[in-house]
């Protein structure tokens, strides 16, 4: 069946660090989706991407859908305390969304 | 908009009592989700409507679980009887329509813990 996985599950940086987290698909994803979950809270819609190739920009945040439309990954440059969460990217296949395991993000002052 | 709206925020039951999750979704909203969120297992999709209709329940648990959703602002989550390893947080989340292009609002959550 459909399995979206995510890597790593947890990244401890140095603030000012740069951090990337992977999501790779089983099968060929009509979008993908990111989300973040700051600790004690609930999953925040971050951004959609939906063509092959595509690379969005938000701030800090860059965001890169796979030419297979079968990964993604979300880099955050000179990461902020504020930056501290779960990012969750969540793979739409069929009408599904299915969402990978996560990776915690800890920022060290 | 008031946003996704859960109730309770958080539940202590014991064993073999009976839960019941309530959710209101965003106005206008005609897709509606239920997750379930722990430690071992991540997000689980259990079950979701559409139009206030079940189109795929396969990840309800077990027959102890059963979801309704009455009318287009309201939908609830059962489980009886409970059992320890039904301890979660369990989000709502809403949807505008289902098309290539469409976020998931999710509720703050209910944190259920059965002991």
């Known amino acids: 069946g459909q399995q979206v996985m995510q890597i790593p599950q947890y990244q401890h940086v140095q603030e000012g660090e740069d951090f990337t987290t992977y999501c790779n698909s089983s099968?060929?994803?009509?979008?993908i989706q990111w989300y973040k979950q700051r600790p004690g809270g609930h999953p925040v819609f971050l951004i959609q991407?939906?063509?092959?190739?595509e690379v969005k920009k938000q701030k800090r945040l860059t965001f890169q859908f796979g030419e297979a439309k079968k990964n993604s990954s979300l880099h955050i440059t000179a990461t902020q305390t504020t930056d501290v969460g779960t990012y969750f990217c969540?793979?739409?296949?069929?009408?599904?969304?299915?969402f990978g395991r996560g990776t915690q993000l800890t920022v060290w002052p | 908009d008031a946003g996704v709206i859960q109730s309770p925020r958080h539940e202590v039951t014991e064993m073999g009592q009976e839960v019941t999750l309530r959710c209101k979704p965003i106005?206008?909203?005609?897709?509606l989700f239920w997750y379930r969120q722990t430690m071992m297992r991540g997000l689980e999709l259990l079950i979701y409507?559409?139009?206030?209709?079940?189109?795929?329940d396969s990840g309800m648990p077990e027959d102890r679980f059963s979801a309704k959703m009455p009318n287009a602002s309201f939908s609830t989550l059962k489980i009886q009887p409970s059992e320890p390893r039904d301890s979660a947080v369990y989000f709502c989340?809403?949807?505008?329509?289902?098309?290539?292009?469409?976020?998931?609002?999710f509720g703050e959550g209910s944190r259920l813990t059965v002991l």
């Open positions: 991407l939906v063509k092959s190739g």
């Open positions: 099968t060929t994803l009509s979008n």
């Open positions: 409507f559409n139009n206030n209709v079940p189109i795929d």
């Open positions: 989340a809403s949807q505008r329509g289902l098309r290539a292009v469409g976020e998931l609002f």
């Open positions: 969540a793979g739409r296949d069929l009408g599904r969304l299915y």
């Open positions: 106005s206008g909203h005609d897709y």
